[in-house]
């Protein structure tokens, strides 16, 4: 393609995201490949890397990179968010909390969806009074929006009327 060497990375993970959104995951990942050399492992090409991977079920490379952009960048909750989902489905709720857990030192005054994560899985751990906890946080934090969110969520069906009958 004429011109694509000037291509900004910037430009390129913006394409990659857009990508992404409209499932076009091929697309998105072509975006990524054509990044110069010396920006592949930049923050923001990793964290597309994330979300392609996330999108694509790909939990071994999801996990790989999600935790190396956390470990070298602990502010992005969007890898935190991504190594944790992908080592739920990896290997364990159990991991996947402990991810979320180390997390919460980072995140955890602001992140409704690390909390409502965390609510989810102790609910599946069978920790009912620490998944309120987690979920009343990320109502707090989130709004009406985390609400709608848990009251449809199969991992939460064991606690549905409490959800219901929270403040």
């Known amino acids: 393609m004429p011109g694509s060497c000037n291509i900004s990375t910037a430009k390129r993970v913006t394409y990659a995201l857009g990508y992404i959104e409209l499932g076009l995951l091929t697309d998105a990942a072509g975006e990524l490949a054509a990044v110069a050399e010396e920006d592949r492992s930049s923050v923001p090409v990793r964290l597309a890397w994330v979300e392609i991977h996330l999108a694509a079920g790909h939990w071994e490379p999801l996990v790989a990179v999600a935790q190396a952009v956390a470990r070298a960048d602990p502010a992005q909750e969007r890898a935190w968010i991504g190594w944790a989902y992908g080592q739920r489905r990896l ?3 159990a991991e996947a909390r402990q991810v979320l857990i ?3 030192a980072h995140h955890g005054t602001k992140s409704a969806l690390l909390h ?3 609510g989810c899985y102790e609910c599946q751990l069978g920790n009912m009074a620490m998944a309120k906890v987690r979920l009343r946080r990320a109502f ?3 709004g009406r929006s985390m609400r709608a969110l ?3 969520d199969s991992d939460l069906a064991p606690m549905r009327s ?3 009958a929270m403040p």
Do not use: D
Request: glycine letters at 6%.
């Open 91 to 93: 290997t364990s709720l």
């Open 102 to 104: 180390e997390a919460v």
């Open 116 to 118: 409502y994560n965390l």
């Open 140 to 142: 707090k934090l989130g």
């Open 150 to 152: 848990a009251l449809n």
């Open 162 to 164: 409490e959800i219901e």
